[in-house]
């Protein structure tokens, strides 16, 4: 099979799928090793999780490798009616091809049954759902940091930090039972199996959009988005609305911004958000403390190379 550079000219757009599919497969290894191959033959550049219970990844490439990917994947039966989110931009949000095996293709920890899964909402209904102001619980099954930089209109979020500690914290929840419960993602892999736990725990009036938050967002721009979206790629965020303005703050000078980092100082490496001013005053650091102590590990590699004394960090 013919190679396509995974190089980008500067004037062709960069397309990015968002895909998942619950779905046996009984040789992750073989499948894997597989597809492996044919990505790095055609330049496609991703992140992939497969494992007995599906797949649930990411790739990006020209419009034409794009559309080789989607026929290649779509040929395979058990993904024939697979449903890609696509995005486009003008870098690739990744940086080489991985593919892992994993127990599961998103970690919650429980076993379910996706046959309980929650019934599924279209963005039609959703966008209605919203304009004649039903009664209903929004609710955010992604981590904080998440959804601190976008969610939709009234959601309610269970504070987490990895979806692993979604079933312990479901309690908050338990006032909620009787209500309809309407879950959201960003592509829809982690409601599916949220909306199954839930239903097998009593809570039985459970919905999760179909396809996500992204083509909710392309089918209905600037209507019950608000902000940006966290993406699990190098751009960390990217826009669903025009023109809208930050919902989160600087951490450090409280200003509206929505600009993720992780803290240079490799002891605290905290994903915090901060405007270039602040970013560059405190050298990517998420607080004052941690500024003066990158300071001194900065200093530090320059005193063990000169043979010099460490200074003591306090």
């Given at each position: ?14 397309h ?12 992750p ?11 790095m033959?055609?330049?496609?550049l ?6 007995k ?14 559309e080789?990917y ?5 040929s395979?039966?058990?993904f024939?009616?697979i ?7 003008k870098?690739?949000?990744f940086t080489k091809?991985?593919i ?6 998103v970690a ?6 996706l ?5 599924y ?6 966008y ?25 209109k ?6 987490l ?6 079933p312990?914290?479901i ?9 309809k ?12 199996k949220?909306s199954?736990y839930?239903k097998?725990?009593?809570f ?16 209905y721009?600037?209507?019950?988005w ?8 190098k751009?960390?965020v990217?826009?669903?609305?025009k023109g ?5 703050k ?13 803290c240079?100082?490799l ?16 050298m990517h650091?998420c607080?004052k403390e ?7 590990q ?11 004394a460490?200074?003591v960090?306090?």
């Open positions: 099979m013919k190679s396509i550079s995974n190089l980008n000219d500067k004037n062709e757009d960069i990015i799928l968002l895909f998942y599919k619950y779905v046996e497969i009984k040789n290894y073989s499948f894997s090793k597989k597809h492996l191959k044919f990505c033959e055609n330049g496609l991703g992140r992939i999780l497969i494992g219970e599906g797949i649930n990844g990411s790739v990006s490439g020209t419009k034409e490798q794009i080789l989607k026929k290649e994947l779509t395979d039966y058990r024939f009616d449903i890609f989110k696509e995005d486009i931009g870098m690739h949000p091809m991985n892992r095996i994993r127990d599961e293709i919650l920890g429980k076993k379910v049954n046959v309980n899964k929650g019934e909402i279209t963005p039609e209904k959703l209605e759902m919203y304009k004649n102001k039903e009664d209903f619980v929004m609710l955010d099954a992604r981590n904080y940091y998440e959804y601190k930089v976008g969610k939709f009234n959601a309610i979020h269970l504070n930090k990895t979806f692993r500690e979604f312990k914290k309690n908050q929840l338990e006032n909620k039972k009787d209500k419960i309407v879950m959201y993602c960003t592509g829809g892999v982690r409601c599916e949220a199954a839930l097998e725990n009593g039985n009036n459970v919905y999760h959009i179909k396809d996500g938050i992204i083509n909710f967002g392309k089918k721009p600037n209507s019950y608000e902000g940006k979206l966290f993406v699990f790629d751009r960390l990217t826009p669903i609305n809208d303005e930050p919902i989160s600087c951490k450090l000078c409280g200003c509206p911004c929505d600009l993720y980092m992780n240079r100082n002891k605290c490496d905290e994903l915090f958000i901060a405007c270039h001013e602040c970013q560059h005053k405190f650091c607080s941690c500024f003066k102590e990158f300071s001194v900065c200093d530090n590699k320059s005193r063990k190379k000169q043979g010099r460490l200074k960090i306090n």
